[in-house]
T-cell receptor, first 111, second 114 residues
Framework: GQQVMQIPQYQHVQEGEDFTTYCNSS?????IQWYKQRPGGHPVFLIQ?????EVKKQKRLTFQFGEAKKNSSLHITATQTTDVGTYFC???????????FGKGTKLSVIP | DGGITQSPKYLFRKEGQNVTLSCEQN?????MYWYRQDPGQGLRLIYY???????QKGDIAEGYSVSREKKESFPLTVTSAQKNPTAFYLC?????????????FGEGSRLTVL
């Protein structure tokens, strides 16, 4: 079945440093979604990318969808303590109604 | 306020007992889902439902059962057949199936089997 791999599993950064998490799928994705889960909380939708090579920005967050639609990345510029949490990517397989989540990247920000 | 309500937030159960987790949404969404989350793991799909009176197994349906008698309700029963039920359970909904749009999650139910 489809697998969605995310790296790194953990990332500790000093406040103000940049952060990137990478997502790779074993199959081509029709779209990819990103979610953030704060400690003790529930996942919250951040964004969906649909087009090959698409880049979207939300303030300090930049999301990319690969040309082959099998990988994606989330980059945070100048991290802040409010960025702490686990970031998940998720994607459906082609023709599949299910959404497969990666295991997430847990971000810690040292003030 | 529109949203998804899960209850209870915390639940303790003895081995061999069935337990039902409630999930109610007032977003008028067609699709609803149950995910299981274990420490350091992603979310794994247990069951999903596209419409009332219809539901499909996800990747880890064994030991679980669901019903969808009303559009706004999608309860999950964790049966005694589930070998390792201690986990964080998340209910979600979407206007249509997840492969085309975002999921809205409830706050989760944390089940501990003693």
């Amino acid at each position: 079945g489809q697998q969605v791999m995310q790296i790194p599993q953990y990332q500790h950064v000093q406040e103000g440093e940049d952060f990137t998490t990478y997502c790779n799928s074993s199959t081509t994705l029709s779209n990819i979604q990103w979610y953030k889960q704060r400690p003790g909380g529930h996942p919250v939708f951040l964004i969906q990318l649909v087009k090959s090579g698409e880049v979207k920005k939300q303030k300090r967050l930049t999301f990319q969808f690969g040309e082959a639609k099998k990988n994606s990345s989330l980059h945070i510029t100048a991290t802040q303590t409010t960025d702490v949490g686990t970031y998940f990517c998720a994607g459906p397989g082609a023709g599949s109604y299910q959404l497969t989540f990666g295991k997430g990247t847990k971000l810690s920000v040292i003030p | 306020d529109g949203g998804i309500t899960q209850s209870p937030k915390y639940l303790f159960r003895k081995e061999g007992q069935n337990v039902t987790l409630s999930c109610e949404q007032n977003l008028n969404h067609d699709a609803m889902y149950w995910y299981r989350q274990d420490p350091g793991q992603g979310l794994r799909l247990i069951y999903y439902s596209q419409i009332v009176n219809d539901f499909q197994k996800g990747d880890i349906a064994e030991g679980y059962s669901v019903s969808r008698e009303k559009k706004e309700s999608f309860p999950l029963t964790v049966t005694s057949a589930q070998k390792n039920p201690t986990a964080f359970y998340l209910c979600a909904s979407s206007p249509r199936l997840a492969n085309t749009g975002e999921l809205f999650f409830g706050e989760g139910s944390r089940l501990t089997v003693l």
